[in-house]
C-alpha cells in the first residue's frame, strides 16, 4: 500500500487523502485519469518513468473535454510525479494513479459551475494480465462507447463502466480478456487495451475513428517497429471475422503493455502461440521502458539522483 498522496496541492500521509460522499465526481463519474507506469532498472539502481509528459497532455486534453481547469503544466505535475515516487521510496515497478474531478459538494448533474479537484497515488504494480504470452480473448457483447455519447478520446472515470461490464463477463466466462466492436460492428479495441493484428508480417491496428482511446503505447509500439523491425503499421478498419484468421495478434496499453493474444473464442492464433512479431516487439518494448535502450531514453524519465 501507498504511504503518500498528492492531495489538495500537497504530499500528505495517504490517510489524509479523503473526499466527502457528496464529492460531484464520486456521485456522477465527473473527472479522468491517467495511468503511468514506472520501471525499476535493478542493474542501474533506478526507477525510470515511462512516457511521462506525454501522459499528463493526454489528461490535460481529458480535463479540457469535461471543463476541468488543470492549474498545473504537464511538466509541473511531471515534477510532483517525480517527488510523490521519491517519498514512497520504489525499488520495484509502479503503477501512478493522477486524478482529476469535478470537486464540489452538490447534486446536480452539470460540468459547469463546479469546483475542480486533483489528486494522485502511486502504487507497486506488476502484470495486469498474468497470461501475456498467450491470453484469450472473447468478442464481448457489450459495444465500445461511441465517441457522440460519451467522448472515446478522454479517460473519464465514468466511462470506464463500459470497460468493466466487457471485463468481467469476459473473466467470469473464462477468458482472460474481451475485444469490445464499435457500433459499426468493427473491432474497436480491448476492455480497456488498444488491439493489433498481424497478417504477412504487418501489423493492423483499428484508426482513432474507431473511438478507440489514443494510445501512448500504441503509439510506441508502432514507432518500435518502424524504427527497428522496418515494418509500417496499416490503420483501418478491422472485421469481426478477420481476427479469427490473423497470424498473430495482442493488446497494447500501459497497464497490460504488450501482451500476445493466442486463442480469440476457442480459435487459435496462428500456431496457437506467441508469434514471432509480437516476441521481438516485447523485447524491444521491455528493454525501453526499463532505461536499456539509449535511443530511446528520452522517453525514460529518472526518479532518484545519479
Known amino acids: 500500500m501507498p504511504k503518500h498522496a498528492l492531495f489538495e496541492g500537497k504530499i500528505v500521509p495517504i490517510e489524509e487523502a479523503k473526499i466527502s460522499i457528496m464529492t460531484h465526481g464520486f456521485n456522477y463519474g465527473t473527472g479522468c485519469f491517467e495511468g503511468i507506469r514506472a520501471y525499476w532498472n535493478g542493474e542501474g539502481d533506478q526507477l525510470y518513468v515511462f512516457r511521462l509528459r506525454e501522459h499528463f497532455e493526454r489528461m490535460h486534453r481529458s480535463a479540457r473535454i469535461l471543463r476541468i481547469d488543470l492549474p498545473f503544466s504537464a511538466d509541473e505535475l511531471g515534477e510532483s510525479t517525480l517527488e510523490l515516487l521519491r517519498c514512497e521510496g520504489y525499488r520495484e515497478d509502479a503503477y501512478i494513479r493522477p486524478l482529476a474531478y469535478k470537486a464540489s459538494e452538490i447534486i446536480g448533474v452539470r460540468l459547469h459551475g463546479l469546483e475542480d479537484g486533483f489528486a494522485m497515488f502511486a502504487v507497486p504494480f506488476g502484470r495486469y494480465i498474468e497470461n501475456e504470452e498467450g491470453a484469450h480473448v472473447c468478442i464481448s457483447s457489450w459495444r465500445r462507447v461511441d465517441d457522440n455519447a460519451t467522448p472515446a478520446r478522454a479517460k473519464i472515470t465514468g466511462a470506464y463502466i463500459n470497460s468493466a461490464l466487457s471485463k468481467t463477463d469476459a473473466v467470469l466466462g473464462g477468458y482472460d480478456e474481451a475485444l469490445v466492436l464499435s457500433e459499426s460492428g468493427h473491432i474497436s479495441e480491448g476492455s480497456a487495451e488498444n488491439f493489433f493484428m498481424v497478417r504477412d508480417g504487418t501489423p493492423i491496428t483499428p484508426p482513432v475513428t474507431s473511438n478507440i482511446l489514443e ?89 532518484y539522483a545519479g
Open 215 to 303: 494510445g501512448i503505447t500504441r503509439e510506441t509500439i508502432t514507432t518500435l517497429a518502424r524504427e527497428e523491425m522496418g515494418i509500417r503499421t496499416i490503420e483501418r478498419s478491422i472485421d469481426r471475422s478477420e481476427v479469427y484468421v490473423c497470424d498473430e495478434a495482442f493488446l497494447t496499453g500501459t497497464g497490460v503493455q504488450v501482451a500476445a493474444i493466442t486463442q480469440i473464442e476457442h480459435r487459435p492464433i496462428g500456431r496457437g502461440t506467441i508469434g514471432p512479431v509480437v516476441t521481438r516487439l516485447r523485447e524491444l518494448y521491455f528493454d525501453v521502458v526499463r532505461g536499456k535502450n539509449p535511443k530511446y531514453q528520452h522517453w525514460c524519465t529518472p526518479v
